[in-house]
């Protein structure tokens, strides 16, 4: 089974400090992604990266960014969080092997509140 | 733009009644149409996926979907809802044809009373 993992499952930070959320998964997938839940509003991308020091930003970059040094590891960096940053973040990853249309398998969130 | 639209922000179902979770999305081009689950503090779990061939797709717990065209629809369904399928369910459009992005609706939460 894809196992992919999340450093935390809850963090408290206090505004100003950088935080760094760690996405882990074991399947030699591709693609990595990162995406914040918030009620009301549903899944949103925040940056995804194809492939190995390759990223993209997503729907809602501000304020964040990305690195991605080995393939099997996919970091969010919030360079200086803000209280509304406080939110659920949700990693994924999704194999390209076999065509375009495969799933992308998410592990379990960190939720994240900023003071 | 592309969009997903989950009419139904929460619906209450009594354990064995039939479930249908609509979808509507707005895509160009053939969509890749899926539906995912969340269980309370949990990461997303895929329930199945459409991209092409039959409009009648099954998936994991007893779950099935129909995709319409002409409807732009691709509505969730099960015959008989049972008390640990309560979560939230969201319906999501692979936008390129890398399929590598999702534009996610915004979810339906499902609660199941006995």
């Known amino acids: 089974d894809v196992k992919v993992t999340q450093s935390s499952r809850y963090l408290v930070k206090r505004t100003g400090e950088k935080v760094f959320l760690e996405c882990v998964q074991d399947?030699?997938?591709?693609?990595m992604f990162w995406y914040r839940q918030d009620p009301g509003l549903g899944l949103r991308l925040i940056y995804f990266?194809?492939?190995?020091?390759?990223?993209e930003k997503g729907d809602i970059p501000e304020g964040y960014s990305v690195s991605r040094e080995k393939k099997e590891r996919f970091s969010l960096i919030l360079e200086s969080a803000s209280t509304n940053q406080t939110s659920m973040y949700l990693c994924?990853?999704?194999?390209?092997?076999?065509?375009?249309?495969?799933?992308?398998?998410f592990g379990p969130g960190t939720r994240l509140t900023v003071l | 733009a592309q969009s997903v639209t989950q009419p139904d922000i929460h619906i209450t179902v009594s354990e064995g009644a039939s479930l249908e979770l609509r979808c509507n999305y707005s895509?160009?081009?053939?969509?890749?149409l899926f539906w995912y689950v969340q269980s309370p503090g949990q990461g997303l779990q895929l329930l199945l996926k459409?991209?092409?061939?039959?409009?009648l797709v099954q998936g994991i717990k007893g779950f099935e979907a129909e995709f319409k065209r002409s409807q732009s629809s691709f509505n969730l369904r099960k015959p008989s809802v049972h008390w640990s399928d309560a979560a939230e369910y969201f319906c999501?459009?692979?936008?390129?044809?890398?399929?590598?992005?999702?534009?996610f609706g915004k979810g339906t939460t499902l609660s199941v009373s006995s």
């Open positions: 990266s194809y492939d190995v020091k390759m990223k």
């Open positions: 994924a990853s999704r194999s390209l092997a076999g065509g375009f249309y495969n799933e992308q398998f």
């Open positions: 999501a459009v692979a936008i390129n044809q890398a399929g590598t992005a999702l534009i």
């Open positions: 459409y991209f092409s061939g039959d409009t």
């Open positions: 399947m030699d997938h591709e693609n």
């Open positions: 895509y160009g081009a053939t969509p890749y």
